[in-house]
Nanobody, 120 residues
Framework: QVQLVESGGGLVQAGGSLRLSCAAS????????MGWYRQAPGKQRDLVAF???????KYSDSVKGRFAISRENAKNTVHLQMNSLNSEDTAVYYC??????????????WGKGTPVTVSS
């Protein structure tokens, strides 16, 4: 089991930026695909972005062009750079580790989440 700890959430004005980070435990980080989910109040938890072990990246349509996911295997860390934030980005953001089969990303382990609030 991988332990995941998110950081970097907070309050930001609309149009601003935040960078989320996720530190993972374990020695096989580079073999895992990593993803970010978010859950807004009263809504389901949705996949925002993932990066596979080989560097394949996909984004949800709602964040494409504004968010960027990256990973630093030497530091067991994955980041989510979030730009041009708007009120619809307000949510708790969760880091996950999982698998990508070439079509679908499937999360396995989850972090506890970090809240992001965008004020208008």
């Amino acid at each position: 089991q991988v332990q995941l700890v998110e950081s970097g959430g907070g309050l930001v004005q609309a149009g601003g930026s935040l960078r989320l980070s996720c530190a993972a435990s374990g020695s096989d980080f580079s073999s895992k695909s990593m993803g970010w989910y978010r859950q807004a109040p009263g809504k389901q938890r949705d996949l925002v972005a993932f990066i596979s072990r080989y560097g394949t990246i996909k984004y949800s349509d709602s964040v494409k062009g504004r968010f960027a996911i990256s990973r630093e295997n030497a530091k067991n860390t994955v980041h989510l750079q979030m730009n041009s934030l708007n009120s619809e980005d307000t949510a708790v953001y969760y880091c996950t580790s999982g698998r990508f089969d070439g079509v679908t990303y499937s999360p396995g382990d989850w972090g506890k989440g970090t809240p992001v609030t965008v004020s208008s």
